[in-house]
Structures are given as C-alpha cells and as structure tokens.
C-alpha cells in the first residue's frame, strides 16, 4: 500500500533506527531516507524502510491525518493497512 | 500521539460541500460529459469508498480506479513462478497479501497448506533475517509491488544480503502503464490523480514526460476526503483550460524531485524491461528486473523454475469469467461482474482485485458492493 506510516525515531544506530509508532517501537533501516535523521525526528516509513524525514512544520498535520484513520471501525481497509504497516517493522529490539 | 489540533481541516463538513459545489461547477463548464478521471492507488479508492465520496461527486465525472493495486496486477506466471519454486522445495517468503492470490492452478497459500515452505513476511528485512538464520537453506524473496517497496528490495541487495537469498522480482513501475491505458482504444481518461506517497519517492517530476507526451494532466493527491475533492478540482480545470500539467497538491509530502537517495538505489539495482500487468496488457518498461551486476540474487537466474508441470492440471473454471483486467483498466466496473460478491467474495476470491485490501473488487465489497450511488438512484 503507498500510504506508509509515521513515527518518532527514539534512537539511531548506523543505518538502523528504533522508531516509536503510537506506543509501539520498532526497527526502521534508514538506508533510504535523503536527510539526516536523529532521536526526536518523525520519519514516513513503509515495508521496514524510512522514506522521509517529515518537516517539523508538517508533523501535527500528519499525525492528526493518521489519528483519524486509525479511529476508524477495526474491519475498515485503510485502518488495516495502517496497522499492517506498523507490523512491516521489525518487532521491539 | 498528539492531539488532532488541525482535525477540522481534513473532515471539514462545510469546506467539503463547497468543494463539491465547485467541483460541479468546473465539471459543468468543460461542457460535455462524462468527464472521465483515472487515480492509480488502492488507498485513493479506500478514502473514496469509506467516505461515500463517490456518491457527492458531480453526475457528469467518472472517477475510476486504475491498475493502482500491486497485488493485483502481479501476473498469472510470476505466481505460477514463486508457487513452482516452493513445489520444487525451495523456501520462499512473501507478503501476506501474495498467499491467496491465485496463479494458473495454485496459490502460494493452497501449496503452504500442503507443506510446501512459504513464510509470510511484513518486509525484505524480515526475510534477510530468516535467510541468516538458516544459511545452508536457500531462501527466495517473491519481491512484488510498484516503485515504495521496490526501492527496499533494491536497499536490500545493496547492503550485504547473505549468499543464500535471492528475489523473484515482480515489480511493476506505474508511470509506463498510465501510458498504455491512455492509449488503449476507447479510453476516456482525460486526467489522473497520482498517489501521494508512491510520490515520495519519485518526485512529480516522473509525470512531466507522460503529461508532455500525452497531453494528458497529471495531479499528485493527498489521501483525505479535501485532499481528493481539492485535487479533483484542480484536475477537472485543467482538463476544462486544456492544460495538460502536472500539479502537487500534496506539497506535505512529495517534492519536485522526489527522494534521489532511493532512486539512486533503486536504478542501481533494477533495470526496466517490458512485461505482462495481469488482465491490462504487456507494459513496455512496466516491469523491474534485476540488473547483470545482481544476477547471482536473481531467482529466475539461480534457478530453474519448472512452471510447465503445474499447467499439466486444468485451470479452475471461474478464472475465465473474471473481469479484474477490465476493470483495472478503467472499462468495467466490480458491479458489471458476474461473479461480483456472488462467487467472488473476500473469504474465497476468484481474481486478484478481491484478494488484496487495495484490489477494486474487495473495496467495493467491504464498503457496501455498489458503491456508485448514481447509478442506484
């Protein structure tokens, strides 16, 4: 799915990043993301990878658009795919 | 997380209704209908569909989805592949979503029920790990989906994966086959709404080439219901200025130019080459294949998959009335099918768009069955 999932990154070590999703921490490769990314960046992630740093002047937008899919009933599509993104990371290190 | 201070701005009831308005108006003064438009993204279709935004749109504009489901348009022999790979005895791991999509004969799921070895991962990165764990066993990656998770595959094979793994490739590319379906004979699309976060990656730059070819405009979309209404208003004024554009609507997320760090991994690794979209068309440079320098983490090179034995049993029938081509194509909709809900339904699926949670098909299905109200009413 081409949504991805935002997330916080907690701590950075090499290419590797523990990211934290909605309470939920897990590992991100950072291989592909264009910025430098430390502790306390949001990161856009899909299948395991960050593929963007989100600009600190849209990371609210882009939780609040998030908060509200989530808040959909657990049968809804986008809701399953949001979670089945968070579950495309490696679980908690 | 925190608190969603702007909530208002993405579900604004009013702001929604004067987008519609507007929309009706921009529809009605390019003066002739329908006003056909093309998105190419299963979450697109999923935002349309849960918000019944389908049914707000103006009567004259036809909003369709195109081959924008990655499982989907994953053809009938590269299943038949990965699924003759596991019958041979090889480990293969795959996303969830591949295991009930059917081949000729099988799906990767009916040979794991008979003990083939098929392992569901979320990512590349989870195969990489099993293949470590196990290093005297060779492990294959049925590497399927369009440029976001092609460019993992391609971070994979870049950074040191161990010499028993390998991937069956079957990424798509999509700016090569919103080509092919402008220029199929009776297509209507005189527009596309281009997915957000396959943009990302790609940067909007990728369509001005196709909009300069085509004429055809070109508007990269957020995914909230004012996303969608606002980029189809600016879609339909410039199908109604004959503007033929590219246009970001989505300037949060996606950039002129994309991210260069992945692109650059990604045509370091893979190579376009021409191939079946299943039901649509062969796709000239719609397919990635691993380039020379990786031949030795190519499967289809590695091995010699045997797919021939498997067409020695008869396809199931139902396979032939299936219309997921058509409508991935943007001809037909999941109603116009025969087997729609009534033989094809999520729990036993006869196509691929009824499989996975971005497949027309299944979307239609969850969210009601028939989800243009207009044509009810």
Redesign the interface.
Known sequence: ????VPG?VVSVNG?SAVVDF?GVQKQV?L????EPVGPGDYV?N????A??KIPSE????????????LD?KP????R??IE?EV????GRP | ???????L???DPLKAKQLGARLSEVVDQVGREPVSVMHV???HE??IA?FGLRSAFPKKLDVVMGPGCPVCITDVPEVDEAVALALQGVRVAT??DMLRVPGTVKSLGDVRGEGAKVEVV?????AL?LARATPAEELVFFATG?E??A??TA?AL??DPPPNFSVLSAHKYIPPVMEIVTEMPGSRIEGFLA????A??TGSNVFEQFVRDHGVPVVVA???PLDILAALVRLTELVRDREPKVVNMFP??VTAEG????QE?LWQVFTPTGGQWRGIAHVPNGNLRLRDDFARFDARRRFTIDVAKLWAYAPPRLLGQCRCGEIMSGSKRPSDCALFGKACVPESPVGACMVS??GTC??WH?YGGHLDLRSVS
């Open positions: 799915m081409c949504l991805g916080r290419f909605w490769l291989h592909l993301v264009d856009l899909h299948v395991g990878y593929i963007r849209d990371i609210a937008a882009t939780l609040a658009m998030y908060d509200q899919l959909a049968e809804d599509l986008m399953q795919d089945g579950g495309a990371s490696k | 997380m925190s608190a969603p201070l702007r909530t701005e993405f579900r993204c299963g979450s999923q935002a849960r996303y969830g979320y990512g590349i990165d989870q790990e369009f976001t998770t460019v993992a971070s870049l950074h997915a957000g976060h396959a990302v990656i957020g995914f909230e949060r997320c991210n260069r760090v992945a991994q949670t971005e299944r979307i969850q």
